[in-house]
């Protein structure tokens, strides 16, 4: 099989799936498919960064949760009717996606910015380590900022809302996910045909290339890394509309540990990798998660084994060989 | 006032030490195996267990101690010889995503066996209560043996490694991989030997830091990143930067705590600018000292 062709079978599959399960009125498994959209889109953002670019940031948390704290936050103050902001010009609260989502890309944005500022002076073992400290960093901001639920974190009494949308039944909630999916997945192919997604791709196997050809390596590995963030931060909005509750659980190291892990299960650097490493989790999370309290220990054994063996995921297995031209 | 600063950085002084029995195996193993391990965090777990479960068994606070380093160890042992030894050669990538893998195992395995709840160690009658030090000052007598201990470790740590023949063969490891085993030194032995002794003193510092405060899963992994941002202030790889980089951020942690709330109420009226402040410091530190210095204070190039 093509990776384009298993690509494009991956999407149809999971909207078929939910469209099955809406069929036989299985809401949860609605609910699941959402959950795995989700952590899809958190995943195809680590990717750019990890799979396209060679930076290992075991750090995407930080993106992730600030993401839902974005969405938490407004919520908040839209349902207390309290603004954030009144003094010279009054800001409110709100819960349009439209605005929560802006958002929360801006902010992860911008905090990839100065983070992939800091980290890219180093690399190697150092910006694993550091990415993985500043993640860090935002969770205990998140434990002990009072104003917002300190440890207890934020309930979103409804879910925000989206113009055309009924956000509040799963079906169109899962709709609504999936278009964003699919639109990420469209930029991330159309990022990776530009010059600028061929050259980032040429950064990790020969950086001086790179260099000698006249492009910044430092420069393109930033770009990227905000992408990335911004990404992630969008998947983090998603998450917090989908449980109508934000905690900084969100920020926590081993949030950054799984997004990693749908994409290496999946298959690292490749478009629908985080997609198939998304569902996967998912699965196994309800499956030995059903099967014993303590299904992470399986988990774990997996992942060495496929980290051990089995170098490519799920897509590594599945498809002919690796080409970026027939994405 | 000042008595209570001279507590404060005595307590800033003891999680420092307790650091840096973390910082010192982490940055060994990355120095001389070019390994970034993440397990190391379910190493001082497994010390800590070790140690609580010893203790209910005896009742003897020393040989739990013991137990604490010597499972450690030969659990570091083991998880070299199945798995790690499979990783210096492989990316970073490989050797984070697998020893994460280990952390999974390592933490659900340990809550299958002993639950969910925390398990307490109990500081020992002989060194509970305060002491009495100069200038009146009061001060819990077992902090204090935290810190002797951690300072008596480190200098033998040191002893260890310029005054025996293994250290040396360690110096040698962090300079030249390949020279030495062409000299016909056993590299997979040593290697073997210096993550078991990375792991031992985690070990030890989880049974002692599991008695201040409780042995419970999940408790190994805030250490651990901890113990990565003093080691990238002091430099990966280097002994005595990770020593310099555990004080520093021993002190700035504990002082900023103690000191950011009070200065914060004095600004602004409330203590939420100075708490949150006081969480994020040592990361600011860290943050800072790579503008400067994006090796670590001590660190040599990679």
Not at chain 1, 1 to 13: A, D, G, H, K, P
Not at chain 1, 111 to 124: E, F, H, K, Q, S
Not at chain 1, 145 to 165: C, H, K, L, Q, T
Not at chain 1, 278 to 291: K, P, R, S
Request: with cysteine; hydrophobic share 60%; net charge neutral.
């Amino acid at each position: 099989m093509t990776e384009r062709n298993f690509t494009i079978l991956i999407w149809f599959l999971l909207l078929a799936f939910v469209l099955f399960a809406n069929q036989i009125g299985e809401i949860y498994w609605i609910t699941l498919a959402t959950r795995a959209a989700i952590f899809a889109i958190a995943g195809i953002g680590l990717n750019l960064a990890l799979g396209n670019g060679g930076m290992i940031s075991f750090g995407h948390a930080a993106y992730f949760g600030l993401g839902g704290y974005a969405v938490g936050i407004l919520a908040t103050h839209a349902q207390n009717y309290t603004p954030i902001y009144d003094g010279l010009f009054l800001l409110e609260g709100t819960q349009s996606m439209l605005i929560t989502w802006s958002l929360a890309v801006l902010l992860g944005g911008l905090a990839a910015l100065v983070i992939g500022l800091l980290c890219l002076r180093t690399d190697g073992a150092y910006f694993i380590m550091i990415t993985l400290a500043f993640g860090q960093m935002f969770y205990y901001f998140a434990i002990t900022w009072n104003a917002y639920g300190g440890e207890d974190g934020m309930s979103i009494y409804v879910r925000g809302g989206f113009p055309g949308v009924n956000t509040l039944a799963p079906m169109p909630f899962f709709l609504l996910s999936f278009a964003v999916l699919t639109v990420v997945l469209l930029v991330i192919r159309m990022v990776n045909n530009s010059p600028f997604g061929l050259a980032l791709n040429a950064v990790p196997h020969s950086p001086a290339r790179v260099e000698t050809v006249g492009i910044s390596t430092k420069n393109l590995k930033l770009i990227a890394f905000v992408i990335s963030g911004m990404i992630t931060a969008l998947a983090g909005a998603l998450f917090a509309d989908l449980n109508r509750y934000v905690s900084p659980a969100m920020f926590s190291w081993t949030i950054s540990g799984e997004i990693m892990i749908f994409v290496i299960l999946g298959g690292v650097a490749r478009l629908i990798g985080p997609v198939v490493g998304a569902i996967v989790f998912v699965a196994l999370e309800e499956i030995l998660g059903g099967l014993s309290e303590f299904w992470h220990i399986y988990l774990g054994l997996l992942l060495l084994i496929i980290v051990l063996f089995a170098k490519g995921g799920v897509t590594g297995a599945l498809v002919k060989k690796r080409s970026v031209a027939d994405v | 006032m000042t008595l209570l600063l001279i507590e404060q950085i005595l307590n800033g002084l003891q999680l420092g030490v307790m650091l840096f029995l973390m910082a010192a195996g982490l940055t060994l193993v990355f120095g001389v195996m070019g390994l970034i391990n993440l397990a190391h965090g379910s190493l001082f777990m497994v010390g800590a267990f070790a140690a609580a479960f010893i203790a209910n068994l005896t009742g003897s606070y020393l040989l739990a101690l013991i137990a604490s380093a010597v499972v450690a160890a030969f659990a570091g042992i083991l998880i070299e010889v199945l798995v790690i030894r499979r990783l210096y050669t492989r990316d970073h990538l490989d050797q984070v995503l697998a020893t994460f893998a280990l952390i999974l195992i390592f933490s659900e395995g340990t809550r299958m066996i002993f639950g969910s709840f925390p398990l307490y160690l109990n500081i020992p009658d002989v060194l509970a209560g305060p002491i009495s030090l100069p200038f009146g000052i009061e001060y819990p007598l077992f902090r204090l043996v935290l810190i002797v201990i951690g300072l008596a470790v480190a200098a033998g740590l040191y002893a260890l490694i310029t005054r025996t023949r293994i250290g040396i063969q360690i110096q040698a490891g962090e300079s030249d991989r390949e020279m030495i085993s062409a000299l016909g030194i056993n590299i997979s032995v040593l290697y073997t030997i210096v993550f078991a002794l990375g792991a031992g003193l985690a070990g030890l510092a989880g049974a002692l830091v599991g008695t201040l405060q409780s042995v419970e899963v999940g408790m190994g992994e805030p250490v651990l990143i901890t113990a990565f941002v003093v080691i990238v202030i002091g430099g990966i790889g280097s002994i005595q930067g990770a020593l310099l980089g555990a004080i520093l951020v021993g002190l700035v942690q504990t002082l900023g705590a103690y000191l950011l709330p009070i200065w914060s109420v004095a600004l602004l009226g409330s203590q939420d600018v100075g708490s949150i402040l006081s969480s994020m410091l040592i990361y600011i530190l860290m943050a800072l000292i790579l503008l400067v210095k994006p090796k670590g204070l001590l660190g040599s190039a990679a």
